[in-house]
Protein backbone atom coordinates (compact mmCIF):
# COMPACT_ATOMS: atom_id res chain seq x y z
CA UNK A 1 0.00 0.00 0.00
CA UNK A 2 1.16 3.27 -1.17
CA UNK A 3 0.59 6.06 1.65
CA UNK A 4 0.09 9.92 1.04
CA UNK A 5 -1.39 11.70 3.96
CA UNK A 6 -4.80 11.51 3.14
CA UNK A 7 -4.75 9.32 0.55
CA UNK A 8 -3.68 5.19 -0.02
CA UNK A 9 -3.61 2.68 -2.87
CA UNK A 10 -4.07 -1.01 -2.46
CA UNK A 11 -2.92 -2.97 -5.20
CA UNK A 12 -4.30 -6.09 -6.40
CA UNK A 13 -3.08 -8.92 -9.50
CA UNK A 14 -6.07 -10.58 -10.77
CA UNK A 15 -6.42 -13.36 -14.03
CA UNK A 16 -5.83 -12.14 -17.06
CA UNK A 17 -3.22 -9.93 -16.97
CA UNK A 18 -5.73 -6.86 -14.49
CA UNK A 19 -4.29 -4.82 -12.10
CA UNK A 20 -6.84 -3.55 -10.02
CA UNK A 21 -5.42 -0.39 -7.88
CA UNK A 22 -8.27 0.80 -5.04
CA UNK A 23 -8.03 4.20 -4.76
CA UNK A 24 -8.92 5.09 -1.02
CA UNK A 25 -9.42 8.69 0.69
CA UNK A 26 -8.99 11.77 -0.47
CA UNK A 27 -7.39 13.03 -4.31
CA UNK A 28 -6.53 16.40 -4.23
CA UNK A 29 -3.60 18.57 -5.65
CA UNK A 30 -1.32 17.67 -2.47
CA UNK A 31 -1.55 13.81 -2.94
CA UNK A 32 -2.06 13.54 -6.57
CA UNK A 33 1.66 13.10 -6.92
CA UNK A 34 1.78 10.12 -4.40
CA UNK A 35 -0.71 8.71 -7.58
CA UNK A 36 0.92 9.77 -10.37
CA UNK A 37 4.27 8.24 -9.01
CA UNK A 38 2.06 4.82 -8.61
CA UNK A 39 1.00 4.83 -12.33
CA UNK A 40 4.52 5.24 -13.36
CA UNK A 41 6.18 2.72 -11.96
CA UNK A 42 3.29 0.31 -12.82
CA UNK A 43 2.75 1.39 -16.32
CA UNK A 44 6.64 2.49 -17.00
CA UNK A 45 8.75 0.22 -14.98
CA UNK A 46 6.70 -2.88 -14.20
CA UNK A 47 5.00 -2.27 -17.67
CA UNK A 48 1.47 -3.22 -17.00
CA UNK A 49 -0.93 -1.91 -19.09
CA UNK A 50 -4.37 -3.15 -17.67
CA UNK A 51 -5.38 -1.63 -15.29
CA UNK A 52 -8.78 -1.04 -13.31
CA UNK A 53 -9.26 1.95 -10.55
CA UNK A 54 -11.29 0.80 -7.86
CA UNK A 55 -13.26 4.12 -6.74
CA UNK A 56 -15.33 2.72 -4.13
CA UNK A 57 -13.23 3.53 -1.30
CA UNK A 58 -12.17 7.07 -2.32
CA UNK A 59 -13.94 10.02 -0.80
CA UNK A 60 -12.86 12.98 -3.18
CA UNK A 61 -11.16 13.43 -6.28
CA UNK A 62 -9.81 16.96 -7.57
CA UNK A 63 -8.69 18.03 -10.75
CA UNK A 64 -5.24 17.66 -10.16
CA UNK A 65 -6.16 13.88 -9.69
CA UNK A 66 -8.14 13.28 -12.87
CA UNK A 67 -5.41 15.54 -14.53
CA UNK A 68 -3.13 12.44 -13.94
CA UNK A 69 -5.14 10.03 -15.10
CA UNK A 70 -4.93 11.82 -18.97
CA UNK A 71 -1.67 12.34 -18.49
CA UNK A 72 -1.66 8.33 -18.50
CA UNK A 73 -5.09 7.33 -20.82
CA UNK A 74 -2.68 7.43 -24.25
CA UNK A 75 0.48 5.86 -23.48
CA UNK A 76 -1.70 2.80 -22.08
CA UNK A 77 -3.73 2.43 -24.81
CA UNK A 78 -0.65 2.74 -27.56
CA UNK A 79 0.58 0.00 -25.45
CA UNK A 80 -2.92 -1.97 -26.11
CA UNK A 81 -4.29 -1.38 -22.74
CA UNK A 82 -6.22 0.63 -20.83
CA UNK A 83 -7.08 2.23 -17.57
CA UNK A 84 -10.76 1.20 -16.57
CA UNK A 85 -12.87 2.92 -14.00
CA UNK A 86 -15.31 0.37 -11.08
CA UNK A 87 -17.57 1.34 -8.22
CA UNK A 88 -17.28 4.98 -8.74
CA UNK A 89 -19.33 6.75 -6.14
CA UNK A 90 -22.32 8.98 -7.25
CA UNK A 91 -20.94 12.19 -5.94
CA UNK A 92 -17.42 11.44 -7.78
CA UNK A 93 -19.55 10.15 -11.00
CA UNK A 94 -20.95 13.55 -10.78
CA UNK A 95 -17.74 15.10 -11.19
CA UNK A 96 -16.22 12.67 -13.88
CA UNK A 97 -19.42 13.16 -15.99
CA UNK A 98 -19.35 17.42 -15.60
CA UNK A 99 -16.06 16.83 -17.20
CA UNK A 100 -17.08 14.42 -20.45
CA UNK A 101 -14.94 11.85 -18.68
CA UNK A 102 -17.43 9.05 -19.56
CA UNK A 103 -16.54 9.71 -23.12
CA UNK A 104 -12.71 8.77 -23.02
CA UNK A 105 -12.70 6.46 -20.03
CA UNK A 106 -14.62 3.12 -19.60
CA UNK A 107 -16.94 3.13 -16.09
CA UNK A 108 -18.61 0.10 -14.96
CA UNK A 109 -21.01 0.74 -12.40
CA UNK A 110 -18.58 -2.73 -10.32
CA UNK A 111 -14.79 -3.71 -10.17
CA UNK A 112 -15.32 -7.19 -11.84
CA UNK A 113 -17.73 -5.61 -14.61
CA UNK A 114 -14.62 -3.29 -15.26
CA UNK A 115 -12.24 -6.05 -15.08
CA UNK A 116 -14.57 -8.14 -18.00
CA UNK A 117 -14.56 -5.15 -20.08
CA UNK A 118 -10.83 -6.46 -20.70
CA UNK A 119 -12.20 -9.77 -21.89
CA UNK A 120 -15.24 -8.54 -23.52
CA UNK B 1 -24.26 40.68 7.73
CA UNK B 2 -23.63 40.26 10.99
CA UNK B 3 -20.46 39.75 12.69
CA UNK B 4 -21.16 36.24 14.67
CA UNK B 5 -22.61 34.84 10.92
CA UNK B 6 -19.16 34.97 9.34
CA UNK B 7 -16.49 32.45 10.60
CA UNK B 8 -12.56 33.00 9.11
CA UNK B 9 -9.99 30.58 8.90
CA UNK B 10 -6.45 31.80 8.04
CA UNK B 11 -4.16 28.98 6.50
CA UNK B 12 -0.41 29.00 5.36
CA UNK B 13 -0.51 28.70 1.68
CA UNK B 14 1.01 25.81 0.61
CA UNK B 15 -1.32 22.20 -1.05
CA UNK B 16 -0.70 20.18 2.38
CA UNK B 17 -3.49 22.07 3.83
CA UNK B 18 -6.59 21.31 1.15
CA UNK B 19 -7.86 18.80 3.42
CA UNK B 20 -8.09 20.83 6.13
CA UNK B 21 -9.63 23.89 4.24
CA UNK B 22 -11.98 21.31 3.06
CA UNK B 23 -13.21 20.71 5.96
CA UNK B 24 -13.17 23.76 7.52
CA UNK B 25 -16.09 24.37 4.36
CA UNK B 26 -18.03 21.34 5.07
CA UNK B 27 -18.51 21.90 8.76
CA UNK B 28 -19.39 25.86 8.95
CA UNK B 29 -21.71 25.25 5.79
CA UNK B 30 -23.07 22.44 7.48
CA UNK B 31 -23.75 25.03 10.38
CA UNK B 32 -25.79 27.26 7.54
CA UNK B 33 -27.97 24.59 6.51
CA UNK B 34 -26.38 23.09 3.01
CA UNK B 35 -26.82 19.61 1.96
CA UNK B 36 -24.63 17.14 1.58
CA UNK B 37 -23.78 17.42 -1.87
CA UNK B 38 -23.83 21.38 -1.57
CA UNK B 39 -20.83 20.47 0.37
CA UNK B 40 -19.20 18.27 -1.39
CA UNK B 41 -19.16 20.34 -4.20
CA UNK B 42 -18.50 23.52 -2.76
CA UNK B 43 -15.71 22.19 -0.80
CA UNK B 44 -13.97 21.05 -4.46
CA UNK B 45 -14.70 24.76 -5.86
CA UNK B 46 -13.02 25.85 -2.65
CA UNK B 47 -10.09 23.45 -3.40
CA UNK B 48 -10.01 24.65 -7.09
CA UNK B 49 -9.62 28.12 -6.03
CA UNK B 50 -7.38 27.72 -3.64
CA UNK B 51 -5.01 25.22 -5.58
CA UNK B 52 -4.84 27.38 -7.91
CA UNK B 53 -3.96 30.67 -5.85
CA UNK B 54 -1.02 28.25 -4.02
CA UNK B 55 0.23 26.84 -7.32
CA UNK B 56 0.00 29.86 -9.60
CA UNK B 57 -0.33 33.08 -8.05
CA UNK B 58 1.52 32.55 -4.67
CA UNK B 59 4.36 30.28 -5.26
CA UNK B 60 7.69 30.27 -3.32
CA UNK B 61 6.22 32.86 -0.97
CA UNK B 62 5.79 33.11 2.76
CA UNK B 63 2.31 33.38 2.36
CA UNK B 64 -1.38 32.46 3.77
CA UNK B 65 -5.14 32.64 2.36
CA UNK B 66 -7.81 33.02 4.38
CA UNK B 67 -10.97 31.59 4.21
CA UNK B 68 -14.78 32.78 5.51
CA UNK B 69 -17.88 32.09 5.36
CA UNK B 70 -20.83 33.05 6.59
CA UNK B 71 -24.98 33.71 5.69
CA UNK B 72 -26.61 36.10 3.88
CA UNK B 73 -29.08 38.25 5.70
CA UNK B 74 -32.34 36.14 4.29
CA UNK B 75 -31.00 33.22 5.33
CA UNK B 76 -31.00 31.96 1.50
CA UNK B 77 -27.00 31.52 0.73
CA UNK B 78 -23.96 30.95 1.97
CA UNK B 79 -21.08 32.78 0.78
CA UNK B 80 -17.54 31.79 1.18
CA UNK B 81 -14.64 34.00 0.38
CA UNK B 82 -11.10 33.17 -0.35
CA UNK B 83 -8.60 35.70 -0.02
CA UNK B 84 -4.87 37.08 0.42
CA UNK B 85 -2.69 39.70 0.35
CA UNK B 86 -1.83 41.37 -2.88
CA UNK B 87 -0.50 44.78 -5.11
CA UNK B 88 -2.99 44.17 -7.50
CA UNK B 89 -6.35 42.59 -8.70
CA UNK B 90 -6.74 38.87 -9.40
CA UNK B 91 -6.92 38.56 -13.14
CA UNK B 92 -8.68 34.81 -13.08
CA UNK B 93 -8.81 33.02 -16.26
CA UNK B 94 -11.15 32.64 -18.78
CA UNK B 95 -13.98 30.11 -17.92
CA UNK B 96 -14.11 27.51 -20.90
CA UNK B 97 -17.30 26.58 -22.08
CA UNK B 98 -18.97 22.57 -21.74
CA UNK B 99 -18.45 21.59 -25.12
CA UNK B 100 -14.83 23.03 -25.00
CA UNK B 101 -13.75 21.26 -21.59
CA UNK B 102 -15.25 18.01 -23.21
CA UNK B 103 -12.63 18.74 -26.15
CA UNK B 104 -10.09 19.52 -23.92
CA UNK B 105 -10.57 16.09 -22.12
CA UNK B 106 -11.31 14.12 -25.66
CA UNK B 107 -7.75 15.83 -26.53
CA UNK B 108 -5.95 14.62 -23.09
CA UNK B 109 -5.40 18.70 -22.55
CA UNK B 110 -6.04 18.95 -18.64
CA UNK B 111 -5.46 22.34 -19.11
CA UNK B 112 -9.17 24.55 -17.57
CA UNK B 113 -10.54 21.61 -15.62
CA UNK B 114 -10.43 23.25 -12.60
CA UNK B 115 -11.96 26.77 -13.30
CA UNK B 116 -14.52 25.30 -14.93
CA UNK B 117 -15.10 22.67 -11.90
CA UNK B 118 -15.45 26.12 -10.01
CA UNK B 119 -17.88 27.82 -12.13
CA UNK B 120 -20.12 24.44 -12.39
CA UNK B 121 -20.44 23.81 -8.75
CA UNK B 122 -21.19 27.04 -7.44
CA UNK B 123 -24.51 29.37 -7.92
CA UNK B 124 -22.58 32.56 -8.02
CA UNK B 125 -18.67 33.75 -8.39
CA UNK B 126 -17.35 37.16 -7.71
CA UNK B 127 -14.08 38.76 -7.91
CA UNK B 128 -12.87 41.81 -5.61
CA UNK B 129 -9.93 43.72 -4.22
CA UNK B 130 -9.95 45.28 -1.73
CA UNK B 131 -8.07 47.10 1.12
CA UNK B 132 -4.59 45.40 -0.84
CA UNK B 133 -6.48 41.77 -0.75
CA UNK B 134 -7.65 39.91 -3.43
CA UNK B 135 -11.09 38.13 -2.85
CA UNK B 136 -12.70 35.57 -4.70
CA UNK B 137 -16.73 35.07 -3.42
CA UNK B 138 -18.33 31.51 -3.84
CA UNK B 139 -22.19 31.58 -3.13
CA UNK B 140 -24.09 28.18 -3.03
CA UNK B 141 -27.76 28.47 -2.29
CA UNK B 142 -29.58 26.55 0.45
CA UNK B 143 -31.88 23.58 -1.20
CA UNK B 144 -34.76 24.64 1.40
Known sequence: ???????ATTVTDTPQG???IALAGQLDAHTAPDFERLLEKT???DTRTKIVLDFEPLEYIASAGLGVLMGFIEEVREQGGDIKFGAVPEKIYH???LLGFPIVFQ?????????????? | MSKKN???????????????LREFVAREGARFGLD????HNLALAIDEAATNIIEHVLPRRASQIMCACSDTPNHKQVVYEISWEAEEAYRPDPVPSSAEIRRRVEERTPGGLGVYLIHALVDEIEYDYRNGRCIIRLKKRKNV
Open chain 1, 1 to 7: MAQGSRF
Open chain 1, 18 to 20: VLV
Open chain 1, 43 to 45: IRE
Open chain 1, 95 to 97: VLD
Open chain 1, 107 to 120: IAPTVDEARGMFAS
Open chain 2, 6 to 20: RIERIFPATTSILAE
Open chain 2, 36 to 39: HLAL
